[in-house]
C-alpha cells in the first residue's frame, strides 16, 4: 500500500518562508517521480514541481520557479517543497503525489494523470 505523509504547512505570514515534507516508504520512494500540487478555494488543482528521486532531476513550474524549490533527502526517504516570499494567493491545500511505476521518470507535468497515489495534503494559508 503506498502511503505518502505530508506534514509543513500552517498559517504564516505575507514574504515569509515555508517547507512542505513529503515523506514515504523505501519501495515507494527509489526510482519514482514525486510532485507536489496545490488547489485552492474554486480553483482546479495545479502542478507545481516534481523531481525523480533516481537522479535527483527536478522540475518547476515557471509561475513560482523564482520562490519555489524542490529537493529530496534520500536518507529519509523524504521530497521537500521549500517556498519562499510566500503571497496570499499561495494559499491553498497542497498535495505530494507519486507514480505507480518506479523506474519510468516523471510524466508530462505539470498534468495530473501520471501520478496515481496522493498524499491527504497540508493547509498552508498565507495573510497579507
Known sequence: QVQLVESGG???QSGSTRTLTCTTSADTYNRNCFGWFRQAPGKEREGLAHIYTADGSTHVVDSVKDRFTISQDT??????????RLKPEDTAMYYCATTPSPGVGCPPFPAESG???WGQGTQ???SS
Not at 536518507?75 to 519562499?84: G, I
Request: charged share 5%.
Open 10 to 12: 500552517g498559517s504564516v
Open 75 to 84: 536518507a529519509v526517504r523524504t521530497v521537500y517543497l521549500q517556498m519562499s
Open 115 to 117: 501520478f496515481a497515489f
Open 124 to 126: 498552508v494559508t498565507v
